[in-house]
């Protein structure tokens, strides 16, 4: 019995400790998502545009950014351009998390925006619409009901490797843990509750993205 409260009354120590640093978590995944989102959809129209040193740049761009695991680029981003440039821990977090993602936002865009029949782009042009109003008002607005769910996996994902940035002293959920531990050497415990705080907010998403999913599905 007193090993059950003493267990207690650490896991609610421990949860109280770790929760304040839940809205950062959020936050440093919210920002860098969007960033990621915006700037790939950038790169996709880039790659599908019809001039070749935009469609090589944005080659280059995904092909190098896929291929380097996103924890060096934050050593190359914090510790490399973030001396140059001067930047603090937060936005070399947010800046390395969002241009890594914003690799395969691109060709998530890209994929949906190709699974639009071409017949939409000549029935746009018969009606006297430009490309990019085609691309704008008929293409993409359509598109979007295709890429909802792999932007949600990549969501999920992101606020995962969110816990990368711990690694250069932002402090977010898990390098709250790594500081309970530090002072308290509770291995075990720490590391049970904030698999369990990242696992309920990976739940969360997964139950809005259905919810996203069954209300943008076509009848």
């Not at 990019?132 to 293409?139: C, D, G, L, M, N």
Request: contains cysteine; proline residues 4%; aromatic residues 14%.
């Amino acid at each position: 019995m007193d090993f059950i409260v003493k267990e207690s009354l650490l896991f609610w120590k421990i949860i109280k400790f770790l929760l304040p640093a839940v809205p950062s978590t959020i936050y440093i995944t919210l920002l860098s998502f969007i960033f990621a989102l915006i700037l790939g959809l950038i790169v996709a129209l880039m790659k599908l545009s019809h001039v070749k040193i935009l469609q090589i740049i944005a080659r280059v761009y995904v092909d190098v950014l896929r291929g380097v695991p996103l924890l060096v680029q934050i050593f190359f981003i914090y510790f490399g351009l973030g001396k140059i440039l001067k930047l603090s821990q937060f936005p070399a977090g947010i800046i390395a998390i969002s241009i890594c993602y914003s690799a395969y936002m691109s060709e998530i865009f890209r994929a949906g925006i190709l699974a639009i029949p071409k017949g939409q782009n000549d029935a746009s042009s018969s009606l006297g619409m430009t490309s990019w109003q085609t691309k704008w008002h008929v293409i993409l607005p359509q598109s979007f009901r295709i890429v909802v769910p792999p932007i949600f996996n990549d969501f999920i994902a992101c606020l995962k490797d969110s816990s990368l940035v711990s690694i250069i002293g932002l402090r977010e959920l898990t390098r709250a843990g790594r500081e309970f531990y530090s002072s308290y050497f509770v291995d075990f415990e720490t590391w049970f509750i904030v698999g369990l705080i990242y696992l309920i907010m990976t739940l969360v998403l997964s139950k809005l993205s259905r919810y996203m999913e069954k209300r943008l599905k076509l009848p």
